[in-house]
């Protein structure tokens, strides 16, 4: 099959509305975070070079490469999270017949629940990476951008939020009790800081009067 | 230029990330609300026809057909948004030497702001409208894509917000008072009956257990 991040925008789209499970809402996450730090890379680059925001350049030097990254890993993830859910539906259509066959598709399934979970705790884990910008972006970056900004800093939220749910609907699945707190965890601090970023963006997209 | 849903899902976020100022946040919220309405679509599609979710049917056929109708309208917006912001660009790069260049100029800015303004407004308004039908697609759906139904709502909760950023930059370049007020109020609607779909959609997720 085609890489989803080859598809049209249109045709990603349909692939979304269609009645197959995959890409669902694991794979949006993943590219409504790529759009988010395309955004916060968009915002740094109309402010780099400009004389007077000079004072920001070092800081959002460091912001455009690190969302150029991000934006990569993000896109790489919207097909990872369609791969990882045709793995467990592969595996729960192996042979079941001998208890040989019940073992090895009990390990399968169970392997293929931990890919399609720490999948999208990768989505929500860079996402929030990217969102922890946000406020240096939106504060001092080209006010001129200050919406793309603001934007940017919603669509990677809704990326980890929504990345977490798909962690979380995956934990009953997870039969190593160590590796389930440990994933819970991962995603209770990926909310904790994303939560800490948007309170400082709302407050700055306030006073901006980007919000009401 | 070719249509931006036409490009594909990589250079769109590449197009994004740019120092072009367009592509910016206004397209990009109307991708995301593609994608929120584009993933309700698929929920419904996974619920109708299966016997034990009879109950719901009929609700949600209807849901699916508007879903389908505001995806193609988003997609179309993404494309709107960059196209309005052009317009303006073209519009300041107008000959002012003469009194008569002045005003037309004037005029044009003025034409091509409007303009600006009335999109992102149809953003939010679409994704409005797509997002009041999450909190029935999230408890009345398959419930083994309730995930899928949260991370819709919260795309077209965030295309809303973002685009209505969008709105209010360009307000204070809206010459005519009460053009200015009747799209503030819009604006304040939309953000209203988003943020009344929203604390049903939050109290379900918590009950399935998509958030902490």
């Known amino acids: 099959m085609t890489d989803l991040v080859s598809l049209s925008v249109r045709d990603f789209n349909v692939a979304l509305a269609s009645d197959a499970p995959a890409p669902g809402g694991g794979s949006a996450s993943a590219a409504a975070g790529a759009m988010g730090a395309s955004l916060l890379g968009m915002v740094c680059r109309l402010t780099l070079g ?7 350049w070092e800081e959002l030097e460091r912001i455009v490469s690190a969302m150029d990254v991000s934006r990569a890993t993000l896109l790489g ?3 990872e999270d369609t791969r990882a859910y045709d793995a467990i539906v592969a595996a729960r259509k192996l042979p079941k017949e001998t208890p040989e066959e019940k073992a090895a598709r009990k390990k399968a399934i169970d392997e293929a629940t931990i890919l399609a979970t720490t999948v999208p705790l990768q ?12 406020p240096a972006v939106l504060e001092k970056g ?3 951008c200050a919406s793309d900004a603001f934007v940017a800093a919603l669509l990677l939220s809704s990326a980890v939020e929504g990345a ?5 609907i995956n934990l009953p699945g997870i039969l190593d009790a160590g590796l389930a707190e440990s994933f819970r965890s991962g995603a209770a601090q990926a909310a904790g800081r994303t939560a800490e970023a948007m309170t400082k963006v709302r407050a ?5 009067e980007l919000t009401a």
Chains 1, 2 share one sequence.
């Open 50 to 56: 400009k004389e007077k925001y000079r004072d920001a």
């Open 77 to 79: 993830l919207v097909d």
């Open 123 to 134: 989505t929500a884990y860079f996402s929030m990476e990217a969102v922890v910008n946000a």
């Open 142 to 144: 080209n006010p001129n």
């Open 164 to 168: 977490l749910a798909n962690v979380r």
């Open 204 to 208: 700055l997209a306030k006073a901006k």
